[in-house]
């Protein structure tokens, strides 16, 4: 089963389960673990991922705000979760890993950003190496919604 990988972007750590899925992802009780910060967060059981759709995991950010900070309306394939002030940590260097609810490793880890700003993905949702960007996004730029093709990231 392909799809997209986890990837960040400023506060907001999202997780992709691609348009090539033919139904929905069950990500309940999966966790996204942050290493060098020693940081875990659980999905809450329950969640589940629509086809084509992404799920958004941001660290004390409501959905509105979010919203109005990056300039886009989320859709209904969006499940959007608010971490409270748990997750993630971002000051340097972190990396991150996609657990399952078995502890599987599904992605992960990803690389350590060096700088206080950027953001990395892959091209091909099962190619690696992962490719890292380095500039300062601006707020209405710095995120856009997957293509079919997870390819214009």
Known sequence: ???????????????????VLAQSLNVGGWKLEQA????TYTIPAGTAVPAGGYL????????????TYYGVTLG???????????????NGDETYTLRNAANGV???PTPALTGAVGAYHRLDPEASP???????????RAWRPPTPSCRAW
């Open 106 to 108: 599904e992605d992960g």
């Open 76 to 90: 209904a394939n969006v499940v959007f979760l608010n971490s409270a002030a748990t997750f993630p940590f971002i």
């Open 130 to 140: 992962w490719t890292v960007i380095d500039t300062t996004p601006t707020p209405a």
């Open 36 to 39: 060098n910060s020693a940081q």
């Open 56 to 67: 958004i995991v941001a660290r004390d950010a409501s959905e509105a705000a979010f919203e």
């Open 1 to 19: 089963m392909t799809r997209c990988r986890p990837l960040l972007a400023l506060a907001a750590l999202l997780l992709l389960a691609g348009p």
